[in-house]
Each structure stands twice: as C-alpha cells, then as structure tokens.
C-alpha cells in the first residue's frame, strides 16, 4: 500500500528547487552556484522519479539518469575548478555582467587655443 | 514506516540544502550538500527507482572523491569565500523567495491535504502504478528510446572526466 500521492513529491522537489535558486541568485561565489545548480537539478531528478513510478513510465526514470549524469559531468569540474582556484583569500567569483552605459551628455570640447 | 522515512529524509534534505546554499566555507558546504544528495537516493528507494540510486550513490562518491581526492579543497578551503557581500537588490530576492518557501510550506500543511480530496489539486489524485517498473524495463526504454540523449550524456560525461584531469594536471 502506497501512502504518498505524487504531490508530495512534487512539493519536496519544489522546495528544494527555490532554496537552489535561491542561492544561485544570492551568492556570488561560483562554487556554491554551481553547487545552486546541482540543487535544482537534484529536485528536477526527484521530479521525474516520482512522475515515473506513479504513472508508471520508465521514460522519467530516463530523464532522471540523464540529469543525474550531468550532475556528476558538473561535480567533476567544478570541484576540479575549487581545487585549482581555492588559494588563500581568493575566491571564484561568477560571471558580472558588464557595466550599464552612461547616457550623460559628453562636454562639449573646450577651445583651448583662445 | 515509509512515510516515517519520508518525512526524515524530506527535513535532511530541507537542512543540508539550506544549510549548504548559506555556509561561507565551501568545503563544508560541499560536505552538507553530499549529505543532501545522499538523502535524496533514499527518496529513489521509496520510489522504487534502482538505477537512478545507484547513480545518485555514484554522484556522492563523485563529489566525496572531488572534496577529498588529489585536487580537492582541503587546503585552504576558509578563505574560498571572502569578500562575499550581499547587496541590498540580492536582499531583496533572499526576501521573495524566503517568502515563497513561506508560502510552499503552509500551502503543503494546511491547504494541501484540505484541496487534495476535493480534486483541485490533480496530481493528488493519482495513484501509484500497480507494477513497479524493474531495471530491465528502464534499461530497454534508456536504450531504445532515448539512445541518442543517453549517448551525448555519456560523451559529456566523458569530456567533463578528461577536463578534470587537464585541470589537475594544470595545477600540479
């Protein structure tokens, strides 16, 4: 006798996938956006387990290996990039978008001649 | 007994994400979250799924080998993480989505098992499938469904494992 519904499930793997994007959002250290990342992936692979077993398809069984193969593929490097960049008080930091332009107007060159 | 197991393993998972998501020292935090992921392959069991446990087992033993393996980040770990600051706009998302996992836990609480039988939330209603689908069957359907994808996944794989060790050899 099964004593959970699928929405139980569901609802774990929804609560873990907003802790991921909250940490994603929030930190600025790669390392724990990737670590972000992996979080979400793990509640999309709960998801697709669940969803496999309650309607009884293997495809998100499927899914779930595929996802759960490119987490290991994603733990690799990255845990290879934190131990090659963790010197002391260096961090990695993520990607920053590029400053926003100034729409201030420019001066007007000066004369210098007079 | 399962839903014992269930409710443990969902409050593991709960504490070591949070826990990992906001720890300074990312070495420790790669240790929670192994913990986390470990939990997770208990859930695969109670839903019967063998073979997504087993390489959820391989993906702890994964992040273990990189935590602790020749590259890992036992060195100097503590001070991976300085001069991380939060900025009020990052403040402001920490707040809507605490609120948010406000929201989703008194929604799974309360609301959740009022609205259930009354079929407003569908997914509810459905019941687990009577046979529980064997290794076999997964691997046949992997195989001859989704060749392809499991194909690049495995190349990917491949190339992640090659780019770990340039990096290594890099660094040494």
Partial sequence: ?114 | MEKVAFYLLATIIFLCAAIAVTRRNVTHAAVILGTALFAVAGIFLLLHATFPFILQLILVMALAAAVWGPSGTRNNAPSASLGEQQSSRARLVGVVIALLLVVHVVFTVYWGPRLAPRGLLLLAAASPATQTLRMPEVWRSLFQNYLLPSEIVVALAFVAGVARNAIHRKDT
């Fill in chain 1, 1 to 114: 006798m099964q004593l959970f519904s699928v929405s139980h499930y569901f609802f774990l793997s929804g609560g873990l996938f907003l802790i991921g994007v909250a940490g994603a959002l929030l930190r600025r250290n790669a390392a724990f956006v990737a670590m972000s990342i992996a979080l979400m992936a793990t509640a999309a692979t709960i998801n697709f387990a669940a969803f496999s077993r309650f309607f009884g398809d293997p495809a998100g069984q499927n899914f779930s290996v595929i996802l759960t193969i490119v987490a290991i593929a994603e733990a690799l490097v990255f845990m290879a990039l934190l131990g090659t960049y963790s010197k002391p008080g260096a961090a990695i930091p993520a990607p920053q978008s590029p400053p926003e332009p100034s729409f201030e107007p420019t001066p007007a060159p000066t004369d210098s001649a007079e």
